[in-house]
């Protein structure tokens, strides 16, 4: 009974092909001589080296990169320690809290654009940077506190406690028990985060300003303007970038999962 | 014990204070923000004049911003119609192959996520202009003489709606057959059940609510994904998320960009409240 028929394999490969064909013809048209996507008239570079001719993108990608950065290490501090915060104060009122900052990946993008827009006009803080910045960390903050709080759900309170009982402050604890222990899901968030960071285009258009743009809102007014194979190369650079942080992402997972468990067969 | 624990709590405030900060300001403040604007008035620019007033919530019922609201849930509903056609059975299907071969459809439909929707998306505008791939396909075949205006017209955008929201789908119909017991479904056929029986009575009811909550998952972004809107479709169709985009920035109307987006909200949260009724009536027929 459970068994898949030929058809059914058939049918998912049909729309993995469909899911994966545009990226595939983006990637390749990069490569393109001519300069319509129609037909592939022979292998070149030049789109690549337009593209870094192309000072105006080159500053986008260096804000984006400066900005998945700061607003993953910003949104670390807080998720992190507000997850194990969470854990281990009884407030009324934490409930409550904990709905209300994971509520960003909730709500549609677009409010959440428009209403951080008009808030950060209230307060009359500069459109730039620091918009982008704060911006980007409430959509953050609740992947990695999700992710270190289902960590800390798994993890056996008595660790710290014990800590506790020998004398170690609160800090203490947290630095030299906690943090080793929840640190793999510190990480995943974290690179979600980023990743989160440098795909948003919704958020980012509201916040960013006139004067300053990320690497995905220039793309996005180059998509509406028109199509150029450029973009092709700097879209295929976007992807081995993406992929890159993906692997770096497997990989140090890996290498955390693999360090705790050596750690926990030593201590047996 | 109990004054450890006090000890305990009352140490491990600091923690939680940035927390505390940063979501009071920042995401309750807005939102409140946003409530209070939707009464306000708009002024000169962008600037807003704080005269109560329902005006902005009246204006929603304009027939011209009724229809934009009109225009959004239907191409929110045929994208998720869609949606679920191509996306039920994929789940189901996936459910059912070997814990290796799961493993790799696991990564290949993760996969996209990493990848920027506009990279996606921009794949689909090659493909789709006049002079783009599937016209030139077409043609070879036989099929059309005339290129075909495929790109920026209403199936464009669902293309790209389906497109971009199909995993969610896929995922959340999986993630619901993967705990099925397949016994069960033996046994309906023991008992003499059709195959087409036995999904629709067995299968198909216990992983209604993956195929629910994939719904909720589709639709509600779906209402607010204007740039799909705008790339694909080139402006043809004003969604709920264009009109806000639009009023914030051009029209310079923030207290009406404010209504619609609290009416935005409500629909969204009526939409899950109705998901969670519908789905804990389910738990209690399982449980009776």
């Known amino acids: 009974m459970k068994k898949n028929s030929k058809l059914s394999s058939l049918y998912m490969g049909i729309i ?15 490569f393109n001589e001519s300069k319509l996507p129609v037909r592939f008239t022979g292998f070149s570079l030049k789109w690549y080296q337009e593209l870094l001719g192309d000072s105006a993108m080159i500053e986008a990608l260096g804000n984006s ?4 950065v700061a607003s993953c290490l910003v949104s670390a501090v807080i998720g992190t320690l507000g997850a194990v915060g969470l854990s281990r104060i009884h407030w009324k009122t934490k409930s409550a809290l904990e709905y209300v900052s994971i509520l960003p990946l909730m709500i549609p993008e677009i409010i959440l654009g428009m209403v951080l827009m008009a808030f950060f006009y209230l307060l009359n803080i ?4 620091l918009t982008l910045l704060l911006g980007h960390t409430v959509f953050c903050v609740p992947y990695i506190l999700m992710e270190v709080k289902a960590r800390l759900a798994g993890m056996d309170p008595s660790l710290e406690e014990a800590a506790r009982d020998l004398g170690a402050g609160s800090f203490r604890a947290f ?8 640190m793999p899901a510190v990480v995943s968030g974290s690179l979600l985060a980023f990743a ?9 258009i509201f916040v960013n300003g006139p004067r300053i743009s990320t690497l995905p809102v220039k793309v996005y007014t180059q998509l509406k303007t028109g199509v150029t194979p450029e973009i092709n190369a700097l879209c295929t650079l976007m992807l081995v970038f993406t992929l890159g942080v993906l692997a770096v992402y497997s990989l140090a997972v890996w290498l955390l999962k693999r360090k705790n468990r050596l750690f926990s067969i030593k201590e047996k | 014990m109990s004054r450890t624990k006090t000890k305990k709590h009352s140490s491990s405030v600091w923690m939680i204070l940035p927390l505390y900060f940063f979501t009071l300001v920042f995401v309750a403040g807005p939102l409140i923000y946003m409530v209070a604007l939707s009464f306000a008035q708009p002024g000169s620019g962008s600037a807003v004049e704080w005269n109560l007033t329902l005006e902005n919530y009246r204006k929603i019922l304009d027939p011209v ?8 849930f239907q191409l929110a509903l045929t994208s998720t119609v869609i949606i679920c056609i191509l996306g039920y059975p994929f789940g189901y299907f996936m459910a059912k192959m070997s814990e290796s071969w799961k493993k790799k459809a696991m990564l290949l439909l993760m996969l996209p996520f990493w990848i920027n929707s506009l990279i996606r998306l921009y794949g689909w505008i090659i493909i789709l202009q006049n002079r783009g791939i599937l016209n030139h396909v077409l043609k070879a075949l ?6 075909l205006k495929l790109l920026y017209s209403y199936p ?11 995993p969610f789908m896929i995922l959340s119909v999986y993630s619901s057959a993967e705990k099925l017991d397949w016994s069960l479904v033996e046994a309906a056929r023991d008992l003499g059940a059709g195959k087409a029986k036995a999904f629709w009575t067995v299968s198909f009811k216990l992983t209604l609510p993956g195929l629910l909550s994939g719904v909720i998952l589709t639709f509600i972004p779906s209402m607010g994904l204007f740039f799909i809107a705008d790339i694909l479709g080139g402006n043809k169709i004003v969604l709920v998320g264009s009109l806000i985009q639009e009023q914030m920035t051009r029209g310079s109307n923030w207290p009406f960009a404010a209504a619609l987006a609290v009416v935005l909200m409500i629909l969204t949260s009526l939409m899950i409240g109705l998901y969670r009724k519908i789905t804990n009536v389910k738990e209690l027929e399982g449980i009776g």
Request: overall charge negative.
């Open chain 1, 196 to 204: 989160m960071s440098m795909d948003d285009v919704v958020i980012s």
């Open chain 2, 65 to 72: 911003y009724l229809q934009t609201f009109r225009e959004s």
């Open chain 1, 126 to 129: 500069p459109f730039g940077m």
């Open chain 1, 16 to 30: 993995f092909f469909l899911m994966y064909m545009p990226v595939a013809v983006v990637i390749i048209f990069s």
């Open chain 1, 65 to 68: 990169l400066i900005l998945g």
């Open chain 1, 175 to 182: 630095w030299d028990i906690t943090l080793p222990l929840i």
């Open chain 2, 156 to 166: 464009a955008i669902v293309v790209g709606m389906v497109y971009v929201l199909l």
């Open chain 2, 142 to 147: 036989g099929i059309i003489d005339k290129p």
